[in-house]
């Protein structure tokens, strides 16, 4: 089966904008999340979505956002764009948490480099 | 709050040989998950084995298995009969089972296997 696809896999932005991230998650998971992995602070958890609704958030400024539709895909935005926020994106999907035994496996995908210059 | 801790930074490997990372975890909720992850330099985060904590039996898929020792909140994940692709960073990860929380993951271990 078709695994999670990110897209685009590779952009550069300039400092101030705006950028949109893509994730389509396995065929039947309705849960999403996304991650931000960077070489200092490793791999923190950003947002989660379940059946168009954000169940969970961490500790990320307001800059950043997410949206998941109808057909479980999800996207998410960062504004006004930092150089901190150079990163690679990782989404995640899966079947929703509490479905027992390897229903619980969580997949990921090959994730969004973003440069912010 | 759960806590993943992988000591070794970096481990070298023979080619052919059997490696085993290490991960200890900290959590207070009966029910859990524990994960292996493998990313290349590409980016990807590729599962490798996943432990429920109410597991009878250790995991295991193909050269994976996953020494769990529930006791000692450990579980190491021994790679049996290394090839050079082995080489990557390993990431183990928690997460709670009954409740909506994201995955916590520990700072990985880098792997290089030798020819």
């Known amino acids: 089966k078709a695994g999670v696809t990110q897209t685009p896999r590779y952009l550069i932005k300039t400092r101030g904008q705006q950028v949109t991230l893509s994730c389509s998650p396995i065929?039947?998971?309705?849960?999403v999340s996304w991650y931000q992995q960077t070489p200092g602070q490793g791999l923190q958890f950003l947002f989660e979505?379940?059946?168009?609704?954000?169940?969970n958030k961490g500790n990320f400024p307001g800059r950043f956002s997410g949206r998941q539709f109808s057909n479980s895909r999800s996207e998410m935005n960062v504004s006004t764009l930092e150089l901190g926020d150079s990163a690679l994106y990782l989404c995640?999907?899966?079947?929703?948490?509490?479905?027992?035994?390897?229903?619980?496996?969580?997949?990921f995908g090959e994730g969004s480099w973003l440069t912010v210059v | 709050a759960q806590k993943i801790t992988q000591t070794q930074p970096g481990m070298f490997v023979q080619e052919k040989e059997a490696v085993t990372l290490d991960c200890t975890y900290d959590?207070?909720?009966?029910?859990?998950?524990l994960f292996w992850y493998k990313q290349p330099s590409s980016g990807e985060m590729i599962f490798l084995i996943y432990?429920?904590?109410?597991?009878?039996q250790n995991a295991t898929e193909g050269r994976y298995s996953l020494n769990f020792q529930k006791a000692r909140k450990s579980a190491n994940l021994v790679i049996s009969a290394s090839q050079l692709g082995d080489s990557a960073m390993y990431f183990c990860?928690?997460?709670?089972?009954?409740?909506?929380?994201?995955?916590?993951f520990g700072k990985g271990t880098r792997l290089s296997v030798i020819a």
């Open positions: 990860a928690i997460v709670e089972e009954a409740g909506n929380t994201p995955l916590v």
């Open positions: 979505y379940f059946s168009e609704t954000q169940r």
């Open positions: 432990q429920g904590s109410y597991d009878q």
């Open positions: 959590t207070s909720d009966p029910s859990y998950g």
């Open positions: 065929s039947g998971h309705r849960s």
């Open positions: 995640a999907s899966s079947l929703p948490t509490g479905t027992g035994g390897t229903g619980n496996t969580i997949y």
